[in-house]
């Protein structure tokens, strides 16, 4: 649904394949030579966000890369830019003396680029690795399945442990996934979630973050507590790729309450029922303040932490 590949090449794998062969993954040789193309004619793109553009630095895999400005490169031909995708440059000023400026790139999904190398230079500062207990002569690294570190999955099928816990009405459950996700598509998720069984509630409907036209994306509610939910334009970190849409439905979670409908007819979220709104701005005010109580009670742990270290160095 990306239009990653040519419907020329759509076609030759409808016509070599059966569905059962897709389906299981035990294809002819014909089969897995016209799925392989898939990967020739869609090129590059990253695992967890289809849309993001922030090139080189998001691959758990990358090398340490020099962040340089664009100028820097131009003025050596010896220096090859590694930084963010030269793209949407947003330049920050302070508001003392209005001459100090920085300048950052925006990714496809909205958000800064740079995090990555910033979180490793960040974590391995003497002051923060002191403050979370970590050896003087420790590093800080990513890695994937390194040593020590391998994945053996043990459960090969949780569909009827989900059965169990949603029948009994022991858990709520909540299924969500970003639609721009290649790694765990939405289809996936939404295949899963129906093989479960439960009758529908609700059928495939838009849901909105203001009950009005604003588009979240997409849910289909099940009996007994359990819903589908999709997050438009969202990569595989929703909260990261979209944090007001976050907000609204795991806020409408959390409370046991429906996602906001989408009015066709809706001209302004102003024009709504003036109770409904009143109760949404109600709730998300509510769970905010929640967030800023713990915010509060964490910076209060790390002042505790910071005064302790400080009197143990001055010992």
């Avoid at 979209?242 to 959390?254: A, D, G, K, T, Y």
């Amino acid at each position: 649904g990306k239009s990653a590949f040519s419907n020329k090449l759509y076609e030759e794998i409808t016509s070599n394949c059966r569905e059962d062969e897709l389906v299981s993954g035990q294809m002819s040789s014909s089969c897995s030579t016209s799925v392989n193309k898939i990967n020739i004619e869609a090129g590059g793109y990253w695992d967890y966000g289809f849309y993001d553009n922030c090139w080189y630095e998001n691959d758990i895999r990358r090398k340490n890369r020099q962040l340089i400005t664009i100028d820097e490169q131009d003025q050596s031909e010896n220096i090859r830019y590694y930084g963010p995708p030269i793209g949407r440059r947003v330049t920050t000023t302070t508001t003392v003396d209005k001459t100090s400026s920085s300048s950052y790139y925006i990714g496809g999904n909205g958000y800064a680029c740079g995090g990555p190398n910033a979180q490793i230079a960040w974590l391995n500062r003497p002051e923060v690795m002191q403050a979370l207990h970590i050896p003087e002569d420790g590093n800080f690294f990513q890695c994937d399945n390194g040593v020590g570190f391998t994945y053996n999955l043990t459960e090969t099928d949780l569909i009827s442990w989900y059965k169990e816990i949603v029948t009994t009405n022991t858990l709520r459950v909540l299924v969500y996934n970003g639609d721009t996700d290649p790694c765990i598509n939405s289809f996936q998720a939404q295949n899963w979630t129906r093989s479960l069984g439960f009758s529908e509630v609700q059928a495939w409907r838009p849901w909105t973050v203001d009950g009005c036209q604003s588009m979240g994306g997409y849910v289909t509610r099940y009996e007994k507590g359990l819903d589908f939910l999709t997050i438009r334009g969202s990569g595989h970190m929703v909260p990261q790729d979209r944090p007001q849409v976050s907000l609204e439905f795991i806020s409408r979670f959390l409370k046991g309450e429906d996602y906001p409908q989408y009015q066709k007819d809706c001209v302004s979220p102003d024009k709504m029922n003036k109770y409904s709104k009143v109760e949404v701005d109600a709730n998300k005010k509510e769970i905010l303040q929640e967030m800023r109580e713990e915010q509060r009670m964490y910076e209060m742990k790390l002042r505790i932490l910071h005064e302790k270290l400080h009197r143990v160095s001055s010992k």
